[in-house]
């Protein structure tokens, strides 16, 4: 039979393994998040940065429409008041259209200068996407009505804007508010763009795909043909052929 003090003292060895077992964890838990901190629960993502160049008036320049098979590319440019705060900038594809229209009033109207640029699809079918793509921020900048010092950019290729000093950023508009507002402005000018041919060409359901490759748009360009929005020089219906792109 069992004693009561046997009972007792198991009771206590377990206790203690316990203990130890939970200050282990607790070390591996600071250890772990000292290298990986917790991201705060805030309503909203947290704030980019205001900038990336010291005391120079730095526009920020994305585009939105490269993957589509239809229709233009658009880039917008902005320049941001210095110390501007926005807790809800961020990289237009995190946002719902709600948010991002809302945004863009907001930006349109605080902003110290914005423009946006556009090349249609006989021009990208020309020179190809990428080149497009930076002709259209170029096109952006030329538009704005204040002259910046210096530019970011979304991504890793641009061509120099005259003697404009210029950053690429990978993933910038997750990470400066100007390259977030500018990739707001063109993805939301362009929906608008797209919708108005939607009206046009209803069966390619671009009011609702803006003109990339999903499965109703291929199957629409199957049995009605292409349009003259559509990018000729792209892989339209799928398959193994790849859009090459020459930087020049």
Request: proline residues 5%.
């Amino acid at each position: 039979m069992i004693s009561r003090a046997s009972i007792i003292s198991r009771a206590s060895r377990i206790s203690n393994l316990l203990l130890i077992a939970s200050i282990q964890a607790h070390k591996a838990f600071c250890t772990y998040f000292h290298n990986y901190p917790i991201q705060p629960l805030n309503k909203y993502p947290q704030m980019l940065l205001p900038h990336y160049y010291e005391g120079l008036t730095e526009a920020g320049c994305d585009e939105a429409g490269r993957g589509c098979l239809a229709g233009s590319v658009y880039a917008a440019a902005v320049i941001l008041p210095d110390n501007y705060s926005n807790e809800m900038l961020n990289d237009s594809k995190k946002l719902t259209a709600k948010q991002r229209y809302a945004l863009r009033e907001t930006i349109i109207n605080d902003a110290v200068a914005w423009a946006v640029g556009i090349v249609d699809a006989k021009e990208i079918d020309k020179i190809n996407i990428l080149n497009a793509s930076i002709l259209a921020m170029h096109r952006a900048i030329d538009s704005l009505s204040v002259r910046p010092q210096a530019l970011i950019i979304d991504g890793n290729k641009f061509k120099p804007y005259g003697d404009l000093p210029y950053q690429t950023i990978v993933k910038g508009d997750g990470k400066y508010m100007a390259i977030a507002a500018a990739s707001i402005l063109a993805k939301t000018f362009r929906d608008d763009y797209m919708n108005r041919l939607s009206e046009e060409y209803p069966q390619y359901g671009w009011d609702k795909n803006a003109g990339y490759p999903t499965k109703v748009h291929r199957e629409a360009i199957k049995k009605y043909g292409v349009t003259p929005y559509h990018r000729m020089s792209y892989n339209l219906l799928g398959g193994p052929k790849q859009l090459e792109l020459d930087f020049k």
